[in-house]
């Protein structure tokens, strides 16, 4: 019998809450990816800036697989980690865009990134502490 059975419960509804934000996060993202795409079509003039803006809005869009897959998968620190370090790296190159362009899609990949990046660090801390209390039931 657990000795911390409310600790337990709030445990488990800040992971349901958490698992629910991430999903709707990669959606907006992979949907900014879309949108992102959408702007260049239908492609007239093919240059290595047409390639490069295509380019971005697949990112986006595998960005967002990758963070709707590890709303499935958290619990394998594989997939959890290579997520983070994708989110983190997208929040590096929209920072690094401000310097180009400071356009509201820019201020919306940061914050999207930010946002995604913390949810999913407090949830891995979750998940290994949930872990480490199960473990520590037998």
Same mark, same amino acid.
């Given at each position: ?23 709707? %996060?990669?959606?907006? #993202?992979?949907? /900014? *990816? &879309?949108?992102?795409? =959408? ?44 997520? %983070?370090?994708?989110? #983190?790296?997208? /929040? *590096? &190159?929209?920072?690094? =865009? ?41």
């Amino acid at each position: 019998m657990s000795a911390h059975p409310a600790g337990h419960l709030l445990l488990l509804m800040t992971l349901t809450t958490l698992r629910r934000s991430r999903r709707v %996060l990669a959606a907006i #993202i992979i949907l /900014l *990816g &879309l949108v992102h795409i =959408s702007f260049i079509l239908p492609v007239i003039t093919f240059n290595v800036g047409t390639l490069w803006f295509i380019g971005t809005g697949f990112m986006l869009i595998f960005a967002g697989f990758l963070n709707l897959a590890v709303v499935q998968y958290c619990a394998k620190s594989l997939i959890g980690y290579l997520t %983070l370090i994708s989110n #983190i790296t997208c /929040l *590096g &190159l929209f920072i690094l =865009s401000l310097w180009i362009m400071q356009e509201p899609q820019v201020y919306i990949g940061i914050s999207l990134f930010f946002v995604a990046t913390v949810i999913l660090v407090v949830a891995l801390i979750l998940m290994k502490t949930r872990n480490r209390y199960y473990s520590n039931d037998d």
